[in-house]
Antibody, heavy 120, light 107 residues
């Protein structure tokens, strides 16, 4: 059974860069047909897609984040990563990693999520 | 971006009720919609994709319908484990967008 787990800091200062890693277990990140995604959910709100990366390194991100996003993949470690620059209080959210199906574009499974607070 | 609107945000219901959860897209998304269930403190879980296809393991009391801009998730007989928040997500075009959710609560 595929399992995803986020890791990274729970607290980031304003203007700093958030770095998160998602470790995939129970299956290979190099299997075709999927993208590996980051999604965030501010408290009390709906999820927001941040972006995604393929095992080959192709990336897509949400234009609303105005080029603040850097995505990467490390197939040797079965991991993929997110960097989000210029963090502000508006970026406070639970950050999830998830697998995206490339045909139907659904997200499943998701990691358990990591709450990231932006505060000085 | 395609906006996904879910109203109401809260839906009180009783065990055994038939529950319908609507979702409206800001433009035609054909049949490209997915549904998720989220319990407090947990990640969303995929229930239905491509409007009406049940994900493996999802009970048959869940069903999805609609096309174009108006879609519905239906629970035919509400069970205790069904209380939670339900989100729709359009899968037609990037950026993929979600609704704000409908919380099914105990009446």
């Amino acid at each position: 059974q595929l399992h995803l787990q986020e890791s990274g800091p729970g607290l980031v200062k304003p203007s700093e860069t958030l770095s998160l890693t998602c470790t995939v277990s129970g299956g290979s990140i190099s299997v075709g047909g999927y993208y590996w995604a980051w999604i965030r959910q501010p408290p009390g709100k709906g999820p927001e897609w941040i972006g995604g990366v393929s095992f080959a390194g192709s990336t897509y991100d949400n234009p609303s984040l105005k080029s603040r996003v850097t995505l990467s993949v490390d197939t040797s470690k079965n991991q993929f990563s997110l960097k989000l620059s210029s963090m502000t209080a508006a970026d406070t959210a639970v950050y999830y990693c998830a697998r995206r199906n490339r045909i139907y574009n659904w997200f499943d499974p998701w990691g358990q999520g990591i709450l990231v607070n932006v505060s000085s | 971006d395609i906006q996904m609107t879910q109203s109401p945000s809260s839906l009180p219901a009783s065990l055994g009720d038939r529950v319908t959860i609507p979702c409206r897209a800001s433009q035609n998304i054909y049949h490209y919609i997915n549904w998720y269930q989220q319990k407090p403190g947990k990640a969303p879980k995929l229930l239905i994709y491509a409007t009406s296809t049940l994900e493996s393991g999802v009970p048959s009391r869940f069903s999805g319908s609609g096309s174009g801009t108006d879609f519905t998730l239906t629970i035919t007989s509400l069970q205790p484990e069904d209380f939670g928040t339900y989100y729709c997500q359009q899968s037609y075009i990037m950026p993929w967008t979600f609704g704000q959710g409908t919380k099914v609560e105990i009446k």
